[in-house]
């Protein structure tokens, strides 16, 4: 989809903020150093404009605000902003955030908004008692403890001390408190951030104290490893909050010789991350819904393929769809009388995919408010979903389309979501070649 130029233009300063909108092209005035800064960062592209000192900067699916010297530059999102924080999926009622909501729609900044959201959350959680688990531990000690590791006594040799010892420790040193610390130690150094919140982070950071606090990446590498059960269920809210804030801010990020504080979400992402979680929590049950899993398109497996989405009945494939945040580029969606269309790239993925499968269909799940269907979204009622189906000439291969408007109430979008899985509970057999 080509974005719309804005109408709008303006001068960017020192100290001043450029605010932006995901997927689309506005005009800036700016000298052609910091230009060419801005181009050097992953998020926007800089060309130059038909006006001598003015340039076209476009945004993509990055939304969120980063710094170039004392310029800050903020993409809010095309979906309702309330709607963003349902995006993030992290299991609290949309009533809970109802006052970061608030905040980044009145001030802009998504990073603060949602680190005030992550100190409420993990004090709610902590308040509970710390987690302790049991943690293995193995050591060499002059008295014993637990029990002797015989294994490793036994290489010594006939040395009787130190002893080997292994034995396992109830300790609040986990995994969870240490992805928990090294988020909070983040979001210490996050500016903007209330002073209440502020000291909310700080009697986390006492109430932790003890816990051995890992490096980001480290954090980020154990939390896709904890297994959640009904003992430390409680704390899957505040992680996921943790896991966002360790994996999307980076306080001085390097793009060539430019310096830049960031906190950039990837759209394309979290709504593949969204829709596929909340899929597989509806079809449990009925489908085992596989993410991203690997096939091949040809019989010699030298061509591979990746559909998002796969969804299994015994073990047996019956059904694959693919996400896509925004179309392919190019116009508008186009409009009929039979619902929304996608285009001819998104088609021809979603039909190897279906072809390799030896399915007799597939569907194409995207975003309704990024891509602009505003004709489809005042036809249907909230909470509906809009719908297409081509088939497939020779092939007899259904393709559906289906949109998912992220404008409405969380109510409204846990009804689309509802009959989207239904739609998908729906077996497609495999298709016959002529």
Known sequence: MRPDVSEVVREAGEGQRIVLHEWRTERWQLDDDMARRLGETPWVSVATDREPGWWKVST???V?????????????PKIEPKNLFVLLEVGLPPEAWQAEDIDFAENEELLPALVSFFARTAETTLARGLFHHYRHEEDDLFALRGRIDFVRQFRRGGVLVPMACSWD??????????????????????PDVPHDDRRRLRRLLAALDGVAEPTASVALGRLDRIQYTRLNEHYRPALRLAQLILANCTLQDQHGDTAASAFMLDMNE????FVTSRLQRELRGQLDVKAQGWLHLDIDQRLPI???????RQGETIGVADLKYKLTDGEASAVDSGGPLAQHGDYYQLL?????LNMAGGTLIYCADVNEDSAVEQQRPPGSLATST????????RLHTVAINLSGSPSDIDAQITALADHLARPARPSVAP
């Open 306 to 312: 990746r559909p998002d989405l796969t969804f299994l």
């Open 270 to 273: 979290l709504f593949e991350q």
């Open 60 to 62: 993509r699916q990055w």
């Open 64 to 76: 969120g605000a980063f710094s170039l010297g004392d310029l800050r530059i903020i993409v809010r």
């Open 169 to 190: 420790d109830f300790t609040a040193d986990v995994d969870e408190n240490r992805c928990l610390t090294a988020a909070i130690r983040l979001a210490l150094r996050v």
């Open 352 to 356: 190897a995919y279906t072809t390799a």
């Open 390 to 397: 081509i088939t497939v000439r020779h092939a007899g291969t």
